[in-house]
């Protein structure tokens, strides 16, 4: 930016002089990047389904008009491809939610043990279809913080579910809540989620939490997954001033952690 300004002089009268200033525009064109690159994804996940609906509703208009079977069998398939659509909209509208609410702390008392309960036995049936153990390990105490409830129930039933899904041939999924100490002399509550599935490669870790971020996509697909889930995770936890942590040894499982900040009495 250029601009003339009055300058004092030594004598009392003033210089015109011109003033130059400048802007490091790097992080503003990243953010306007990431939005650009968001967009395009957005679009392209939501493109696919809609490619296989309008492909179905051709087959049905024409050669597959007069085949009741054919019918029904792609008539089930549009269904899922809707659903699929609904439930990336659905994490889209959550995650810009999220963020338009970044800066405002959530304020209501919550209590982690019956919250975590609530939310496995939400996901029970789930954990039955695939055949997996959901062990709780919950303190008797109140485990109080300060948070949104709602999402809070999100963040549990994302790691809860993906350890469901992506930990099955482990056979358990555990789940506990513990009360730390912290270097600050503080402490926090630790919610642990752990599967002993296979495991994620030490590469992938760090990104995971980025927008449509997957280790594998037809596996995500085929599990009903966005690719939004931990991106919203990290949204809700750091408005919470939480902490998520992911550890992972190949063939052996993940475990995702979240520290919460007890609340202020
Ligand atoms: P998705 O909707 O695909 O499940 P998420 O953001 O929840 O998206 O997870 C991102 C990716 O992280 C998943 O697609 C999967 O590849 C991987 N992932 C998440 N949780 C686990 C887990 N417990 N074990 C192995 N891989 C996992």
Redesign the pocket.
């Known amino acids: 930016i250029i601009a003339p300004v009055q300058v004092p002089t030594a004598f009392g009268g003033t210089d015109q002089c011109m003033l130059m200033t400048f802007h490091d525009l790097t992080p503003l064109r990243r953010a306007e990047e990431m939005r650009a690159d968001f967009v395009a994804n957005a679009s392209h996940e939501l493109r696919t389904p809609l490619a296989a609906l309008s492909g179905f509703i051709d087959t049905l208009l024409g050669p597959a008009r007069d085949d009741p079977k054919a019918r029904a069998r792609f008539l089930g398939i549009m269904q899922a491809q809707a659903t699929r659509m609904a439930r990336l909209i659905d ?1 889209l509208l959550s995650l810009s939610r999220v963020e338009l609410t970044a800066h405002v702390r959530p304020e209501a008392h919550i209590d982690l043990a019956p919250l975590i309960k609530q939310v496995a036995d939400g996901l029970e049936s789930l954990a039955r279809d695939r055949q997996v153990a959901i062990e709780l390990d919950l303190p008797d105490s109140p485990a109080m913080i300060a948070g949104d409830r709602e999402e809070l129930l999100r963040v549990f039933e ?2 809860i ?3 469901l ?3 099955a041939s482990g056979g358990r999924v555990a789940v506990s809540v513990v009360a730390a100490s912290v270097a600050d002399g503080g402490s926090e509550y630790r919610v642990a ?1 752990r ?1 002993f ?4 490669a030490p590469e ?1 870790l760090p990104r ?2 980025e927008r449509f ?5 037809g ?3 085929s ?11 990290k949204h809700i936890v750091n408005r919470h001033r939480g902490r998520l942590l992911i550890e ?1 040894v190949l063939r052996k ?2 475990t ?1 952690t979240v520290c919460f900040p007890p609340v202020k009495s």
Do not use: C, M
């Open positions: 994490d994302n790691l579910e993906n350890a899904k992506y930990g989620v599967d599935g296979p495991g994620i992938h995971l939490t971020y997957r280790v594998d996509v596996d995500s697909r599990q009903g997954g966005t690719g939004l889930g931990l991106s919203l995770v992972s499982g993940a995702f």
